[in-house]
């Protein structure tokens, strides 16, 4: 008895994912109950994603969900927000244009460019203002989540968006956007994505959710031979109810086809199907029987079980189903209609035999898709080259005639199309056309690939492309980190513009070049940023001439000519000015508060920068203005500034400014500014003695850096981690960091990098004895009467000071110092730069002036203090311990050394490993004399158990029932640190709970202590 083709092989139950929807049954009813949440399918092809997504349907459908849903699909990759697109066309695609903006209501204006055949025409809505590219994404996301969100407050809702390996960036940006909003809404995310299939784009979006601890993931695993067994039994079980599948599974025959599936749950159905249809397995005498496994005819891949498959179809559905391979794994009714020129019952026909050869599903009444991808693909593969590019032409031929109406919304198709079907003229058209839309739209990575098709097609038209499609398509390489691309298209755009005697385009590309090379090589980048110069001075554009100052005067910067980079930036600012260009203005202030900081004036340099956010706030330059917040947070005092006068912002205030950029970096996707922004709030949160939270957000933004190969910075990145491990005296780590960084500095050619990065080597050597590494460095990177006036100027002659005393020559050290503090921008009488101070107190105890050198000391305490730079409080507190101990005055000796080792062991404690922990205080302690008194500080730490100061004012404060953000608002540390502090409190004293803290603080009378 042969088994009927028309009865479906599918495994009616499913195996193997109890965990799985368990987990996605509690989702979903918290979901309805209002806690929103983000989940993420993963695994190989065919594993069983889109099937447990099915499940999670059924089961929302079952407690009152809306369900919106859609797929990606090879081609969406260069087709911007295809999968959105395909979810609101399904869920609006039975209402009129009319109904869709009623129900879009003022979020219609915002959603018209994304719905153009759905939504009136935008001359028909109230005009929204335009605005930068970025952001009108912006704002066509918070509509977008909007909608959602707003949906959901009607009736909970599943939105589902499968094969995301297929999605493009624009979408994945969106979906990124959407889940750090759902979080509180009954909104259930559903994500599928083939986890061996990840490209850079979803590998970001995936990693961002992870960082963010924004979505759960089940990651699908292949079933198990007993699971594989099973599952068989269950297919058999529904094609004969009287049948016991157990004999038949006996033997090899599970063997088989688990080995050849490695249980991939619709590999074992395609087999199954397969070997049922060469009368391999077969249903005779009421029983199930086999033959013998060397008469099988097993198909070696999906393939060949396809092939067998369509050998069973008639000639028309061949044709319908070949058509439909090449136009995609989702098809729609209507083109496939045009396409084969059937009526309609006639069609019905074809697709029903399609659906029973299990090769398509029905999605809705308009919409059939391919059951699995990789059907599609074997199907696809089936035909000739020649006859699919035939295909290709007649489908995009079709789709240009069908759409005619709406085709804005249909150009990533054509271009496709046209491109495979080698209709040269068309490709070029649509893909520039595609291409630009793409850019629109924020997604450079689909807009690479339409304008290389576009170039591809003016190639074999023998035409010249416009300088401006090579720009284009440079400008999306250089966003998606690709430089040499993005280099060779930039180039090529010069050199057309310049033949084609344009001077616009050509002062254009000559900027392009030079910011590219910025990040790589300075010397590069100054020529071409010289030569944009001097033809915008030819030019009669004054705002080109601005544009073109402010580059140079940011290179000028970086090359350690401050007064060069002043004057561009002064010059640009007026024109600007005189422009009224607002715009202009911002970006002048934002690159001066820069120049001012670099130049080692943070008192001007924070007063620019506060103008700058003031109108980028008003322009919603987002981007600009992450620029101009981590600039104001590093005036604030980093570790380069330690020779500088500080702005009067304080500690919470200025790592606010840097939480606010890393915040719009993350939501505009700005993995550049994020890697930026993380980096340089180590720097800040290092000499605060944040040392837990300072070293993670450095890795993170060197991980970052490395991941999108932007060297600038990777040096800052190890520069960081170098500045921190030398605070934390582990030395050999910092050397080895600071080494990559100062390699890395030269290869790009920057002064600034190279002498701030031999500021912090140099100290490194030193403390390593290694006198003769420390000279050489210093001497090759300054000149011996250069000026101090730049930051890394400024670095480089503190750690000459620091090596005259390590040759004993206080002499030289003081008159460093005093050349130093008489540079400084901003210092008066009133005020104190403690590092400085801490040097010239050690020049001067060299040279037996101790009067004055306690003064100064205290003068560097209090600052220190006021400022909240406890690593350096501590050194200068055991300075002052050694110069009263030095004149016998041995009580106030060890009232010095106590209040350093407090400080020592309260920075020791925020260190989340333990080996860590020790090494520090291990390497600290070592530069103390070596033989003290227990002080009262020690007594007083033995009678509270171990506990630093700190530790018993947080456990105080625990006692009077604060929660970690008052307590860190209240000592003027992060929420983080205090959390460590609580940790080492809970171990230290064997608890479990903060109430065991607080009634522990009362016994011991800390809580009514002044902390």
Same mark, same amino acid.
């Given at each position: 008895?042969?088994?009927?083709?028309?009865?479906?092989?599918?495994? %009616?139950?499913?195996?193997?994912?109890?965990?799985?929807?368990?987990?996605?049954?509690?989702?979903?009813?918290?979901?309805?109950?209002?806690?929103?949440?983000?989940?993420?399918?993963?695994?190989?092809?065919?594993?069983?994603?889109?099937?447990?997504?099915?499940?999670?349907? +059924?089961?929302?459908?079952?407690?009152?969900?809306?369900?919106?849903?859609?797929?990606?699909?090879?081609?969406?990759?260069?087709? %911007?927000?295809?999968?959105?697109?395909?979810?609101?066309?399904?869920? $609006?695609?039975?209402?009129?244009?009319?109904?869709?903006?009623?129900?879009?209501?003022?979020?219609?204006?915002?959603?018209?460019?994304?719905? %153009?055949?759905?939504?009136?025409?935008?001359?028909?809505?109230?005009?929204?203002?335009?605005?930068? %590219?970025?952001?009108?994404?912006?704002?066509?996301?918070?509509?977008?989540?909007?909608?959602?969100?707003?949906?959901?407050?009607?009736?909970?809702?599943?939105?589902?968006?499968?094969?995301?390996?297929?999605?493009?960036?624009?979408?994945?940006?969106?979906?990124? $956007?959407?889940?750090?909003?759902?979080?509180? #809404?009954?909104?259930?995310?559903?994500?599928?994505?083939?986890? !061996?299939?990840?490209?850079?784009?979803?590998?970001?979006?995936?990693?961002?959710?992870?960082?963010?601890?924004?979505?759960?993931?089940?990651?699908?695993?292949?079933?198990?031979?007993?699971? /594989?067994?099973?599952?068989?039994?269950?297919?058999?079980?529904?094609?004969?109810?009287?049948?016991?599948?157990?004999?038949?599974?006996?033997?090899?025959?599970? !063997?088989?086809?688990?080995?050849?599936?490695?249980?991939?749950?619709?590999?074992?159905?395609?087999?199954?199907?397969?070997?049922?249809?060469?009368?391999?397995?077969?249903?005779?005498?009421?029983?199930?029987?086999?033959?013998?496994?060397?008469?099988?005819?097993?198909?070696? #891949?999906? =393939?060949?079980?396809?092939?067998?498959?369509?050998?069973?179809?008639?000639?028309?559905?061949?044709?319908?189903?070949?058509?439909?391979?090449?136009?995609?794994?989702?098809?729609?009714?209507?083109?496939?209609?045009?396409?084969?020129?059937?009526?309609?019952?006639?069609?019905?026909?074809?697709?029903?035999?399609?659906?029973?050869?299990?090769?398509? /599903?029905?999605? *809705?009444?308009?919409?059939?898709?391919?059951?699995?991808?990789?059907?599609?693909?074997? /199907?696809?593969?089936?035909?000739?080259?020649?006859?699919? &590019?035939?295909?290709?032409?007649?489908?995009?031929?079709?789709?240009?005639?069908?759409?005619?109406?709406?085709?804005?919304?249909?150009?990533?198709?054509? *271009?496709?199309?046209?491109?495979?079907?080698?209709?040269?003229?068309?490709?070029?058209?649509?893909?520039?056309?595609?291409?630009?839309?793409?850019?629109?739209?924020?997604?450079?990575?689909?807009?690479?690939?339409? $304008?290389?098709?576009?170039?591809?097609?003016?190639?074999?038209?023998?035409?010249?492309?416009?300088?401006?499609?090579?720009?284009?398509?440079?400008?999306?390489?250089?966003?998606?980190?690709?430089?040499? &691309?993005?280099?060779?298209?930039?180039? +090529?755009?010069?050199?057309?513009?310049?033949?084609?005697?344009?001077?616009?385009?050509?002062?254009?590309?000559?900027?392009?070049?030079?910011?590219?090379?910025?990040?790589?090589?300075?010397? =590069?980048?100054?020529?071409?940023?010289?030569?944009?110069?001097?033809?915008?001075?030819?030019?009669?554009?004054?705002?080109?001439?601005?544009?073109?100052?402010?580059?140079?005067?940011?290179?000028?910067?970086?090359?350690?000519?401050?007064?060069?980079?002043?004057?561009?930036?002064?010059?640009?600012?007026?024109?600007?000015?005189?422009?009224?260009?607002?715009?202009?203005?911002?970006?002048?202030?934002?690159?001066?508060?820069?120049?001012?900081?670099?130049?080692?004036?943070?008192?001007?340099?924070?007063?620019?920068?506060?103008?700058?956010?003031?109108?980028?706030?008003?322009?919603?330059?987002?981007?600009?203005?992450?620029?101009?917040?981590?600039?104001?947070?590093?005036?604030?005092?980093?570790?380069?500034?330690?020779?500088?006068?500080?702005?009067?912002?304080?500690?919470?205030?200025?790592?606010?400014?840097?939480?606010?950029?890393?915040?719009?970096?993350?939501?505009?996707?700005?993995?550049?500014?994020?890697?930026?922004?993380?980096?340089?709030?180590?720097?800040?949160?290092?000499?605060?003695?944040?040392?837990?939270?300072?070293?993670?957000?450095?890795?993170?933004?060197?991980?970052?850096?490395?991941?999108?190969?932007?060297?600038?910075?990777?040096?800052?990145?190890?520069?960081?981690?170098?500045?921190?491990?030398?605070?934390?005296?582990?030395?050999?780590?910092?050397?080895?960091?600071?080494?990559?960084?100062?390699?890395?500095? =030269?290869?790009?050619?920057?002064?600034?990098?190279?002498?701030?990065?031999?500021?912090?080597?140099?100290?490194?050597?030193?403390?390593?004895?290694?006198?003769?590494?420390? !000279?050489?460095?210093?001497?090759?990177?300054?000149?011996?009467?250069?000026?101090?006036?730049?930051?890394?100027?400024?670095? /480089?002659?503190?750690?000459?000071?620091?090596?005259?005393?390590?040759?004993?020559?206080?002499?030289?050290?003081?008159?460093?110092?005093?050349?130093?503090?008489? *540079?400084?921008?901003?210092?008066? *009488?009133?005020?104190?730069?403690?590092?400085?101070?801490?040097?010239?107190?050690?020049?001067?105890?060299?040279?037996?002036?101790?009067?004055?050198?306690?003064?100064?000391?205290?003068?560097?305490?209090?600052?220190?203090?006021?400022?909240?730079?406890?690593?350096?409080?501590?050194?200068?507190?055991?300075?002052?311990?050694?110069?009263?101990?030095?004149?016998?005055?041995?009580?106030?000796?060890?009232?010095?050394?106590?209040?350093?080792?407090?400080?020592?062991?309260?920075?020791?404690?925020?260190?989340?490993?333990?080996?860590?922990?020790?090494?520090?205080?291990?390497?600290?302690?070592?530069?103390?004399?070596?033989?003290?008194?227990?002080?009262?500080?020690?007594?007083?730490?033995?009678?509270?158990?171990?506990?630093?100061?700190?530790?018993?004012?947080?456990?105080?404060?625990?006692?009077?029932?604060?929660?970690?953000?008052?307590?860190?608002?209240?000592?003027?540390?992060?929420?983080?640190?205090?959390?460590?502090?609580?940790?080492?409190?809970?171990?230290?004293?064997?608890?479990?709970?903060?109430?065991?803290?607080?009634?522990?603080?009362?016994?011991?009378?800390?809580?009514?202590?002044?902390?």
């Amino acid at each position: 008895m042969q088994v009927p083709i028309d009865l479906p092989i599918v495994c %009616p139950i499913v195996i193997g994912r109890t965990a799985e929807l368990t987990a996605l049954h509690l989702l979903l009813e918290r979901a309805k109950s209002g806690t929103g949440q983000v989940v993420l399918l993963s695994g190989e092809a065919g594993i069983g994603k889109s099937r447990l997504a099915a499940e999670a349907k +059924t089961d929302a459908t079952a407690q009152g969900f809306l369900l919106l849903q859609s797929q990606c699909f090879p081609t969406d990759r260069s087709c %911007p927000c295809a999968p959105l697109l395909e979810l609101l066309r399904s869920h $609006f695609a039975t209402s009129s244009p009319e109904q869709v903006a009623t129900e879009m209501g003022s979020l219609a204006p915002a959603l018209s460019p994304l719905l %153009p055949d759905l939504l009136p025409r935008p001359s028909d809505l109230p005009p929204l203002p335009p605005l930068a %590219p970025e952001h009108e994404k912006r704002r066509l996301f918070a509509a977008l989540a909007h909608l959602f969100l707003r949906q959901a407050t009607k009736q909970a809702v599943l939105l589902i968006v499968e094969d995301l390996h297929w999605s493009d960036e624009t979408s994945l940006d969106f979906l990124h $956007f959407l889940a750090r909003r759902c979080a509180a #809404s009954p909104l259930l995310v559903l994500l599928t994505y083939r986890s !061996d299939e990840v490209h850079p784009s979803l590998s970001h979006f995936l990693a961002q959710l992870d960082r963010e601890r924004l979505a759960q993931e089940f990651a699908l695993a292949p079933l198990t031979q007993s699971e /594989v067994s099973t599952m068989l039994s269950a297919i058999f079980a529904l094609r004969r109810a009287v049948f016991t599948a157990h004999p038949l599974l006996q033997g090899d025959l599970l !063997d088989a086809m688990y080995s050849i599936t490695e249980g991939n749950p619709f590999l074992i159905e395609e087999l199954l199907k397969s070997l049922i249809e060469a009368g391999d397995i077969f249903y005779e005498h009421g029983h199930w029987q086999r033959k013998e496994l060397g008469e099988w005819h097993i198909p070696r #891949s999906v =393939q060949d079980a396809v092939e067998l498959r369509t050998a069973q179809l008639s000639e028309g559905a061949r044709q319908v189903l070949n058509l439909a391979a090449v136009a995609g794994r989702h098809f729609d009714f209507a083109l496939l209609q045009a396409l084969i020129q059937h009526d309609e019952a006639q069609l019905l026909r074809l697709l029903k035999e399609l659906i029973a050869a299990q090769l398509v /599903v029905e999605e *809705s009444a308009e919409q059939f898709a391919f059951r699995h991808a990789l059907t599609r693909q074997a /199907v696809s593969a089936q035909l000739l080259v020649r006859e699919r &590019r035939a295909l290709h032409r007649t489908i995009a031929e079709t789709f240009e005639r069908l759409y005619a109406s709406s085709v804005e919304a249909h150009l990533a198709d054509l *271009s496709f199309h046209f491109s495979l079907a080698g209709a040269w003229e068309k490709a070029l058209e649509y893909g520039q056309r595609a291409g630009e839309q793409a850019q629109a739209l924020y997604a450079p990575q689909a807009a690479t690939l339409h $304008f290389t098709r576009a170039l591809a097609a003016a190639g074999h038209l023998s035409l010249t492309p416009p300088a401006s499609l090579y720009r284009a398509r440079g400008l999306a390489y250089e966003t998606l980190g690709d430089f040499e &691309r993005a280099r060779a298209d930039q180039q +090529t755009a010069l050199q057309l513009a310049h033949d084609a005697s344009d001077r616009h385009a050509e002062w254009q590309a000559l900027l392009d070049l030079g910011l590219l090379w910025a990040g790589r090589d300075y010397v =590069q980048s100054g020529d071409y940023y010289q030569r944009a110069l001097i033809l915008a001075r030819t030019m009669d554009d004054p705002a080109a001439l601005a544009h073109s100052l402010n580059r140079l005067g940011n290179w000028y910067l970086n090359v350690e000519q401050p007064q060069e980079a002043l004057h561009c930036h002064q010059e640009a600012l007026a024109t600007f000015q005189a422009l009224s260009d607002r715009r202009g203005k911002a970006a002048t202030l934002d690159l001066l508060g820069m120049a001012s900081f670099l130049s080692g004036d943070l008192i001007q340099g924070t007063t620019s920068c506060q103008q700058a956010i003031v109108l980028l706030r008003e322009l919603d330059d987002r981007q600009r203005l992450i620029s101009s917040l981590v600039t104001l947070m590093m005036c604030g005092g980093v570790y380069e500034t330690e020779t500088l006068v500080e702005a009067s912002v304080g500690f919470a205030d200025s790592l606010h400014f840097g939480e606010q950029a890393l915040k719009i970096a993350g939501e505009i996707g700005s993995r550049s500014d994020e890697a930026h922004t993380l980096i340089q709030m180590a720097m800040y949160l290092g000499p605060h003695g944040e040392y837990a939270q300072a070293l993670e957000v450095a890795q993170r933004g060197l991980a970052i850096a490395e991941e999108i190969e932007h060297r600038q910075w990777m040096t800052a990145g190890h520069r960081a981690l170098g500045a921190l491990y030398l605070d934390l005296l582990a030395l050999s780590e910092a050397q080895q960091h600071l080494e990559q960084a100062l390699a890395l500095a =030269q290869e790009v050619g920057s002064w600034n990098w190279i002498r701030i990065i031999s500021g912090f080597l140099a100290p490194t050597y030193l403390l390593q004895h290694d006198e003769a590494s420390a !000279d050489s460095l210093l001497t090759a990177a300054l000149e011996p009467d250069a000026v101090m006036q730049t930051l890394g100027q400024r670095l /480089v002659w503190a750690a000459r000071a620091g090596l005259a005393l390590a040759h004993d020559d206080p002499h030289l050290a003081l008159h460093i110092t005093d050349q130093l503090l008489a *540079s400084a921008v901003g210092l008066s *009488s009133e005020s104190s730069i403690p590092r400085l101070a801490k040097l010239r107190g050690e020049a001067l105890i060299k040279l037996k002036q101790a009067a004055e050198a306690e003064t100064i000391l205290q003068d560097a305490r209090t600052t220190a203090l006021k400022h909240g730079l406890r690593p350096l409080l501590w050194r200068i507190c055991l300075t002052q311990g050694k110069l009263a101990h030095a004149q016998r005055r041995y009580e106030e000796a060890e009232r010095h050394f106590a209040e350093a080792q407090e400080l020592l062991e309260d920075l020791a404690s925020s260190l989340p490993d333990q080996t860590f922990h020790q090494h520090f205080l291990h390497h600290a302690q070592a530069l103390f004399p070596r033989t003290r008194q227990p002080s009262a500080h020690r007594l007083a730490k033995k009678i509270f158990e171990g506990l630093t100061e700190r530790e018993r004012a947080v456990a105080a404060l625990i006692a009077r029932g604060k929660s970690n953000r008052e307590i860190a608002d209240e000592l003027g540390v992060t929420p983080g640190t205090i959390q460590t502090h609580v940790s080492s409190i809970l171990s230290k004293l064997h608890f479990s709970s903060r109430t065991q803290i607080a009634v522990w603080a009362m016994e011991k009378g800390l809580a009514n202590e002044a902390v």
